[in-house]
């Protein structure tokens, strides 16, 4: 790098380290995302995006526009605003093509498989493309007309790659920033999307990318600086295609305390008694997964009958209990997955249930997180392992929700980003269901002391990493408090 470019980027970036923190701090928090939380209090929330921005926003309020999860014959439109406690919630109505080509085409047909390191499930169109630029400049015209000059707008995920570029073409210089749930890949793999080039310029108008883990954001850090002529600044800051882009590891956390409290149900909570009254004494394997390639399903069914050939002993003495809410079931990927599923669950339950014992129940639907933290804390395993996987809050929120006098042992792939943080978690590569009924058999044995040790030691650094600390240190730092 030559020394001009040198002394502006290094310029540029003691002003977004200093930053206009006096504007930033009075201004207002935009967060944009694809999905937002139900209005409904109750639901099943729709993945761990919504349920994390909700819990952060909860407290401090905020204007949040996002998908109202409708497609409209009227079109495209922005809908009036509504108020969810302290937060205003602007949602938008898709275009039936808009919703095709942005959120199933492009979105979830290239980005997501690409994104996981699945690039052979990728399925890329110009017109998937065109139609993704389209919404993020849908969705850049809402938040420009709700802006302010002091606001900060905080993006999350891959859907919203392309809007602080349309953005920076109004003509707004706002603070922008964006957090990715998922992985970024290496290098190699990112550019098997044709139009990486395009996506990396445009995520470069950002002015802080935030990743899950170290891993991610190397990743990134490692395309821009081979693949897009980028240079390294001090304070893990990257000059490329002339703009200086901040990038941070941010793990989003869970509320613990709020997990623990709804973990014990009243009495009376007749869903659970039911649940009690069905498993009896059985020791209890949960999962819990959107039904999605990513999550491993498949080979973890495969890995339970493995651990049922190998310990005859359990046999009518453990339950697995798969909790599977369909998700974008109008890809093809998707609607493959789940016909997979109930083929291996059929054919797992005739091969081995008794007249009184099934098991594997496998259950297509949802549930609202006051009843899924009572069934962790009932559960003996948490067995969740997604072939690759952003964070995986389910995995926190299983720990979270054990009693610490009597904790259930979380098993955990090595490649779902909350692995880098549980590590006194039984890891297990996914793609070993040897290596994975080992370790059922080693969690339904392991002494007290043992899972005491371990889920005590897990909860240091749930406590240490929360909700509140992931949604502080991203805005810190995007508002320049480095
Ligand atoms: O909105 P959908 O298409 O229905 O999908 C649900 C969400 O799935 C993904 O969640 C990710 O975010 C979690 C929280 O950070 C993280 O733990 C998980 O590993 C990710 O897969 C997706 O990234 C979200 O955008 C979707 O809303
Ligand atoms: O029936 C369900 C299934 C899941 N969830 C929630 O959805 C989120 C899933 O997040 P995760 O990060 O594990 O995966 P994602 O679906 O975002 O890929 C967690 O907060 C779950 O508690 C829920 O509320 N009801």
């Not at 400049?137 to 802006?147: I, K, P, S, Y």
């Not at 899950?212 to 240079?231: I, K, N």
């Not at 989003?252 to 009495?267: D, F």
């Not at 054919?347 to 009184?356: K, Q, V």
């Amino acid at each position: 790098m030559d020394e001009t470019i040198f002394g502006r980027a290094l310029t540029e970036l003691r002003d977004v380290a200093a930053g206009s923190l006096a504007q930033a701090e009075t201004g207002r928090l935009i967060v944009v995302s694809n999905r937002v939380a139900p209005i409904e209090e109750g639901q099943p929330t729709a993945g761990g995006l919504a349920a994390g921005v909700l819990d952060a926003l909860q407290t401090m309020g905020g204007l949040w526009i996002g998908w109202s999860g409708e497609i409209s014959a009227e079109g495209s439109r922005i809908l009036p605003e509504k108020q969810k406690g302290k937060i205003r919630l602007q949602t938008l109505d898709f275009a039936e093509a808009d919703y095709q080509q942005y959120y199933r085409g492009f979105a979830n047909s290239a980005l997501w498989p690409v994104l996981h390191y699945r690039s052979a499930l990728a399925r890329f169109s110009r017109s998937d493309y065109a139609g993704y630029r389209r919404v993020n400049e849908l969705f850049a015209n809402a938040v420009a007309d709700a802006l302010a000059p002091q606001d900060v707008v905080w993006a999350h995920d891959y859907h919203l790659l392309g809007l602080a570029a349309a953005l920076r073409e109004k003509g707004i210089t706002n603070r922008l920033g964006i957090f990715l749930h998922t992985p970024f890949p290496a290098a190699a793999v990112f550019m098997t999307i044709p139009v990486h080039a395009d996506l990396a310029r445009a995520l470069c108008q950002y002015d802080l990318i935030g990743f899950q883990t170290e891993s991610d954001r190397r990743a990134f850090e490692d395309y821009v600086l081979r693949e897009a002529d980028g240079h390294l600044l001090p304070g893990r800051a990257l000059m490329a295609f002339g703009r200086v882009v901040r990038t941070g590891v941010y793990p989003i956390g869970v509320q613990t305390e709020e997990i623990r409290e709804q973990a014990e149900p009243p009495a009376d909570c007749p869903q659970m008694a039911r649940l009690h009254r069905s498993i009896g004494e059985s020791k209890l394997i949960i999962s819990v997964d959107r039904l999605d390639y990513s999550k491993g399903l498949n080979e973890r069914f495969l890995a339970y009958e493995r651990f049922l050939e190998q310990n005859e002993s359990r046999r009518g003495s453990v339950t697995f209990l798969q909790i599977a809410p369909p998700s974008r079931s109008d890809v093809e990927t998707y609607r493959e997955i789940r016909l997979e599923l109930e083929r291996e669950a059929g054919r797992i339950n005739g091969r081995f249930a008794e007249l009184d014992w099934t098991p594997l129940r496998y259950l297509n639907k949802g549930f609202a997180r006051q009843m899924l933290m009572p069934m962790y804390a009932r559960a003996d395993i948490g067995l969740v392992t997604p072939m690759r996987d952003g964070m995986n809050l389910v995995a926190k929120e299983f720990v979270a929700a054990q009693n610490p006098i009597d904790p259930g042992v979380l098993v955990l792939s090595q490649f779902a980003g909350a692995a880098c943080e549980l590590k006194a978690a039984l890891l297990v590569n996914p793609h070993d269901p040897d290596e994975i009924a080992a370790a059922l058999e080693r969690a339904l044995s392991m002494p007290l002391s043992e899972r005491r040790e371990r889920h005590a030691e897990m909860m240091a650094v749930l406590r240490r990493n929360s909700l509140t600390v992931w949604r502080d240190r991203f805005l810190g730092d995007l508002k320049g408090r480095a």
